[in-house]
Each structure stands twice: as structure tokens, then as C-alpha cells.
């Protein structure tokens, strides 16, 4: 009777079995979409730029920027492409931004085209 007593307090093994099989489902979907949300972090993810305007190429639609690594204090050199969808913010276009001009500018970088796009270009003292 004792046996029957402490038989009947134990889950049975498909209960037992069935819970894991429910554990390792829930495992795989955490799993999935965390593999799935990494590339769109990485791919939402933009930078900001703040230099100089050192060339302005409006055929092509770019914009050189000189800054300073905060951390190695040399001077970089940043080609940025301007497209239609890049908001300006002291000027109306590329077409009012001028050689030394400060710029502070978020551009997201492109694989397919390996190019920085400019989110937005904002310029201080557009041109004085």
C-alpha cells in the first residue's frame, strides 16, 4: 500500500516527458528569434559624424568629412552619399553646404554598395 502512496506523488513519465518536449520548443523559439533579431540591430544601427566638409562632389552626391578619432586624435577622411531621403537641417540641400563647414552628419553604412548613406546632415552656420 505504501508503494501504491508514493507512486500515485510521482508524475508519470509522460507527463515528465511531455514538459520537456514543451521546454525544448520554448528554447528553440527564444533561440530563433534572438538569431533573427541580431542582424536587425546590426542593420538599424547608424553612426554620427562630426568634421569638416573637406569636398563636396555634387554629381555624385557626396560629401568628404575630416574628424578626429577621439581615442587616436588622427584626422579621418569620410565619404558620405547624399540621396534623396537624407534630411537636411540649416541648409535646404547639398547644394548649400560649402567647403569647411562644419557638419555633424548620421549615416548608416551600406553593404551591398560598401558606402556610408547619409541619414541626415545638419550644418551649423551654413556657409559663413
Known sequence: MN???FKSCEPSRST?????????KASKV?????VLMLPLG????AEWFDGEVQKIDS????????EIDPI???EEKKEILVDQATIFSGVTSLKDIHENDDVTIEAQYD??????????????EAGA
Request: glycine letters at 0%; proline letters at 2%; a positive charge.
Open 3 to 5: 508503494r501504491e502512496i
Open 16 to 24: 515528465a516527458t511531455q514538459r520537456k518536449k514543451e521546454t525544448m
Open 30 to 34: 527564444i533561440a530563433l528569434l534572438l
Open 42 to 45: 546590426v542593420m538599424l544601427r
Open 59 to 66: 554629381k555624385a552626391k557626396t560629401i568628404t568629412i575630416s
Open 72 to 74: 587616436t586624435d588622427i
Open 111 to 124: 553593404e551591398p554598395t560598401d558606402a556610408w548613406k547619409a541619414l541626415s546632415v545638419e550644418v551649423a
